[in-house]
């Protein structure tokens, strides 16, 4: 989760240009890269119906804030930045914009986000989108009388395309593949603002990714809550839907977010490790090391299971990273449970982990367990886990210098004349000198050392 907007995404430059006068529309993200694929298919579908994009949330007519639920804290973040929005526009003497509040916060509130307070005009759930352009019509035109709209509400055939464009954080084309999760994780509340599963056709996927290599795209992220969950119909699983992406002429590579320990079986692992299109940088959050928590956390796999598959993929897919997630404080989470989590930490070796301190979810199962783990001790213990993350991978990193890897050019480096940022397949970063660096192509690079998570060199 950021708490920073990723970006104001633009409306995409291959539809006709908005009537001049058109009203603006700004749109701001929070979140998850399923939120940044939203807000492109918004962007587009707004684009479709005659708006035109807004690029300073100060001058636009509309301003849509695409939202995060996750955390408490992220839900504070869009509430403040409303209120920062307001008085901004305020001062430099604005008339108030039409103010929106889209995605997994509107479609946990919702009428909440309506009260004085907050003075929202526009909240919309992730499944009703359609109804923006009318909505927004209506508010504009002050036809609403009666206040605030609010459309919220899970359905099952709301999936949305957004057209072929790059995410900025590693210049891939986004292609959500399912919506939702079953699994239902005791301390998650994404079930319940995303709603259950529900598969994107395989067809309408592939002419997603066909679309990208058409506009001369050359990576895919393929996207879901669970992405390895993937299942249409009972007939085709993610592995399967790898096999077929792969087979896209044109398309170099295949990325994913997020896989499910539970559905990374080893079948799965061998479509990997066998299809030179799909890159083998893994996300698997493991959560915790101790059994009992990972019960509780109903997890649906076991520590050693899960040791079973990153060892399985080590085995058989070439050059394979792990990252993934940690949550530390989980109630009823002992000392002995936190060793067994920083164990596993430093059994797996994982390549980047991203850490968090559990905070409960109104809604959530696990706030039944009550959250009895101090905030001081959740402090320390998420000190510690990050501490021997960054000792791990401080002796992973160190063995890399004097490699020559394959790495992808991305864009220029921002703090770093002369440089490009690059990527390997297994998703590491490296910065290189490049006298006339071509996004896309792909580049020999020898390490030459590293900082923080990323890595420097010199190209060869």
Known sequence: MNDKPIENLPMMPQR???????????????????????????AALLGRAGLARGDDPLTADIVLINTCSVRDHAEHKVLSRVGELRRDREEAGRRPAVMGILGCMAERL?????????????????D????????????????????????????????????????PQNGSHLVTIHKGCDYRCTYCIVPYTRGPQREKAPAAILDEVRAVVAAGGQEVTLLGQNVTAYRWRGELDFAGLLTQVARVDGLARIRFLTGHPRDMHERLMDVIGAEPKVCPGLHVPGQCGSDRVLARMKRRYTRAEYLHMVAYAR?????????????????????EDFAQTLSLVREVGYDNLFCYTYSERPGAPAVRLGDDVPADTKKRRLAEVMALQDEVWQAIAAAQVGQTWSAVAEEPARRTEGAWRLRTLNNRKILAP??????????????????NTSFFGTAV
Do not use: K, W
């Open 110 to 126: 919702g009428e909440a986000l309506t009260g004085e307070r907050q003075r929202i005009d526009v909240v919309v759930g992730v």
């Open 315 to 335: 085995r058989v897919v070439p050059d394979v990273t792990i990252s993934g997630d940690i949550i530390v404080g989980f109630p009823g989470e002992t000392e």
């Open 16 to 42: 006709p240009a908005a009537p001049a006068g058109a009203p603006t529309v700004y749109i701001e993200t929070y979140g998850c890269q399923m939120n940044v694929y939203d807000s492109a298919a918004i």
């Open 434 to 451: 490049l006298a006339a660096g071509v996004p896309g192509r792909t580049y020999r690079v020898r390490v030459d050392g590293f900082r």
């Open 128 to 167: 009703r989108y359609e109804s923006l352009p009318g909505i927004l019509t209506a508010a504009l035109a002050g036809s609403g009388g009666a206040g605030s709209a609010v459309v919220t509400g899970h359905r099952d055939d709301a999936h949305y395309v957004a057209p072929p464009q790059l995410y």
